[in-house]
């Protein structure tokens, strides 16, 4: 039997636009089965070498909050092995250690990753929580190349250690010569490298007694939601605190299928948001962010909601007066979402909303604007914040590992790769990935676990809408709801590239660190 493997993450959670990664793939000569069947090997053929674990530490010192703080920056790579010893896969990370801590049994640590599949974890350790940032400017007002690097004031360092980890495949992490890269590659797959990473970090490092966070952004989110429960049931590893950037755990409310409606529903509150943010709403409206989100929370859940359930059957007068709301909340005109048949998929918006300027949006953060080759086109040719952010963090990067951290590779660092495809969804066939279950037993089962859930208006990668839509139905018991946290930010799936959000972020972050560290069970 066939089965068909549901692959919503790469179109709309992954932390890069999935036009981008399937043109990049799609682009690639793809190879012939036969060529995969490898060449017999002389028999005294030697084996490749393995690579050797490195670390290298440096020391550093910057200022948060006034306070001088000086830290030990390691980069180095550590080999995940069988019980055998036989070698797998190699893991490049970047930790950060607070010097002169008398007692790290009582120093936070957090192990941070991004998404994709296919993404390094560059962006968070470059952009919000490491003690250096790049410095790209913003939104309408970005800085040229060559870019730079700054001492980062609302790291994270202050209050917690960090460990930025780069899943198999991605920045300079790799199978070892010999093995098959794909069998890292998928949910489960995945899940269990980074998850063996943290055990094997934790043990070498004597941090098992230190208060753990996870942070993730975006597929980053799913694999923390997945770590929550095997790092758990693995390990016996209980987490004090998950951070989710630009949360996706149920994969339903973000695929644009035929039948179904969901996602319609959850993305109108961020069409709302960034038509505000253009001026493209009703007058009346436009002077009100939160009005109009109110609004719109209120008609997606309820009228657009029964508009599109009651599909084919639904009454003319009715379907005109639909559009004509949906208009309104969208800034798109009623004879377009008509045509769409009330139903507006997250590509067309973006190229939709300023086609009366020849200008797209971007998916990533529809505060940064784009320039196609026409404006007739059904979708944009590129994401223009994609393309915006690219080049300040691949640069800065590599600039930064060679220079400030002094590890030397000769591999390309894998900033976004289609090196992880296909990805593998299995046990997920037939159906959504949701690992929000595995996050709600993990919550119910270890009563002292938080998360904090940080959501950007402007991100049409993973809509605020549809991850308040996932944890109201979380399935929680009441006594345990109070242990969900979360805030909004004026700002897209990256919220930190603006200053105001990333100052908002860090404290939010900090806040919740201090009480996950101090916070008793449900009672």
């Known amino acids: 039997m066939r089965h068909s493997i549901r692959c919503p993450g790469f179109s709309v959670l992954l932390l890069t636009a999935n036009l981008c990664l399937a043109q990049q793939w799609q682009s690639q000569p793809q ?12 028999k005294d053929e030697k084996k490749p070498p393995v690579p050797e674990e490195k670390s290298v530490p440096t020391k550093h010192s910057l200022k948060i909050g006034g306070q001088e703080i000086k830290y030990t920056a390691t980069a180095g790579t550590m080999l995940l092995k069988l019980e ?35 993404s390094s974890s560059v962006w968070l350790h470059l952009g919000l929580l490491g003690p250096r940032r790049v410095q790209m400017g913003d939104a309408s007002s970005l800085l040229p190349p060559p870019y730079k ?28 010569p010999g093995e098959a890269p794909k069998q890292f590659h998928g949910v489960e797959e995945d899940v269990e490298s980074v998850g063996e990473f ?12 230190s208060p753990k966070f996870l942070a993730g952004e975006s597929y980053g989110t799913t694999r923390a939601a997945g770590l929550s429960g095997y790092l758990q049931q693995r390990y016996g590893m209980y987490l004090n ?8 755990l149920n994969f339903e409310t973000a695929e644009f299928d035929v039948g179904n409606d969901l996602p319609y529903i959850l993305y109108l509150p961020t069409y709302t948001a960034i038509a505000w943010y253009h001026k493209k709403l009703s007058p009346d409206l ?75 949006i971007g998916r990533i953060d529809a505060r940064f604007l784009g320039i196609d080759r026409d404006a007739a086109g059904e979708e944009p040719e590129f994401d223009p914040s994609i393309a915006a952010i690219m080049g300040p963090y691949s640069g800065m990067l590599n600039d930064y590992a060679r220079n400030d951290l002094k590890f030397d590779s000769d591999l390309p660092y894998e900033v976004l790769t289609g090196r992880v495809r296909p990805w593998n969804y299995a046990p997920y066939e037939n159906r959504y990935v949701n690992v929000a279950e595995t996050l709600r037993r993990a919550m119910t089962q270890n009563p002292f676990l938080h998360v904090f859930v940080a959501k950007g208006y402007y991100d049409l990668a993973t809509p605020f809408f549809a991850a308040d839509y996932t944890f109201d139905h979380l399935g929680l018991d009441p006594t345990l709801r109070n ?27 900090a806040q919740f660190l201090k009480s996950g560290t101090a916070a008793g069970p449900a009672q």
């Open 241 to 248: 605190g998950i951070i989710l950037i630009s949360s996706i």
């Open 286 to 360: 436009q002077p009100d962010l939160q009005k109009a989100l109110e609004e719109s929370r209120k008609f997606a859940i309820g009228e657009y909601t029964d508009a599109l359930t009651a599909g084919d059957a639904l009454p003319a007068a009715r379907r005109a007066e639909i559009a004509q709301k949906l208009a309104r909340l969208t800034g798109l005109s009623p004879d377009y979402i008509d045509r769409t048949n009330l139903r507006i998929e997250i590509m067309r918006f973006t190229k939709e909303l300023l086609r009366g300027q020849r200008r797209t």
């Open 84 to 118: 055998d010893g036989t070698p797998k896969a190699s893991i490049f990370y970047v930790a950060y250690t607070k010097d002169d801590v008398a007692d790290a049994s009582q120093r936070p640590i957090t192990f941070s990753f991004n998404g994709g599949p296919g």
């Open 483 to 509: 242990h969900l946290s979360g805030s909004y930010y004026e700002a897209g799936h990256m919220m930190y590239v603006h200053t105001p959000s990333r100052v908002k972020l860090k404290a939010d972050i």
């Open 149 to 176: 690097l700054v001492d980062n004031d609302t790291s994270l360092l202050d209050v917690s250690d960090l460990v930025f980890i780069d899943p198999v495949s991605t920045g300079y992490s790799r199978a070892v």
């Open 198 to 209: 943290i055990r094997l970090y934790a043990t070498r490092n004597k941090r098992w007694s």
């Open 31 to 42: 190879p012939d089965k036969a060529a995969d069947k490898p060449a017999e090997k002389p």
